[in-house]
Antibody
């Protein structure tokens, strides 16, 4: 069965960095686009970033472009999100999610359990 | 950016009720719309994609309709497990979610 397990969250001061990881299993990881989605307390989900199945395409929400970097290691079946210059408004649960199909713009059929990032001094 | 607006924000209903949630897009998204269910402390779960296609394993009491800018999610007979928050999502241009509709017990 498909499993996505995030890690790396925590409490961090404004301006600092965190690297989030998502370990994938139960499907051919290298065949699917993968996403990061975040959800601030009491709010709806917000798409953050996507990486294409082959890693050649990386796209970001305006709110994080230039500060966050998405990457993948297909040999380790792992997705990453490097978050730099963190702000209070980045506080959220961060989920990794799998695209419904291999390529193209599709919804997300599997999500991890999430990892909480809290930006506070 | 395409904005998604859901109504109502909260809906009070009883087991067995027929429930309808509306989602409007700020511009046409054809049928590129999905619906998710989220329970407290859990990740969203995909229910419907391409406006009306039921995801595998989702009960048939859930259905979706619409195209262009207006969409609906209908639960034909509300069950105890259905009390949750529902989100629409457009995937015509990147991905945007609505603000959510909480279905609570009346």
């Amino acid at each position: 069965q498909v499993q996505l397990v995030e890690s790396g969250g925590g409490v961090v001061q404004p301006g600092r960095s965190l690297r989030l990881s998502c370990a994938a299993s139960g499907f051919t990881f290298s065949s699917y686009a993968m996403h990061w989605v975040r959800q601030a307390p009491g709010k709806g989900p917000e798409w953050v970033a996507v990486i294409s199945y082959d890693g050649s395409g990386k796209y970001y929400a305006d709110s994080v472009r230039g500060r966050f970097t998405i990457s993948r290691d297909d040999s380790e079946n792992t997705l990453y999100l490097q978050t730099n210059s963190l702000r209070a408004e980045d506080t959220a649960v961060y989920y990794c999610a799998k695209g419904l199909y291999g390529s193209g713009t599709y919804p997300f059929d599997y999500w991890g359990q999430g990892t909480l990032v809290t930006v506070s001094s | 950016d395409i904005q998604m607006t859901q109504s109502p924000s909260t809906l009070s209903a009883s087991v067995g009720d027929r429930v309808t949630i509306t989602c409007r897009a700020s511009q046409s998204i054809s049928s590129w719309l999905a619906w998710y269910q989220q329970k407290p402390g859990k990740a969203p779960k995909l229910l419907i994609y391409k406006a009306s296609s039921l995801e595998s394993g989702v009960p048939s009491r859930f259905s979706g309709s619409g195209s262009g800018t207006e969409f609906t999610l209908t639960i034909s007979s509300l069950q105890p497990d259905d009390f949750a928050t529902y989100y629409c999502q457009q995937y015509s241009a990147w991905w945007t979610f609505g603000q959510g509709t909480k279905v609570e017990i009346k």
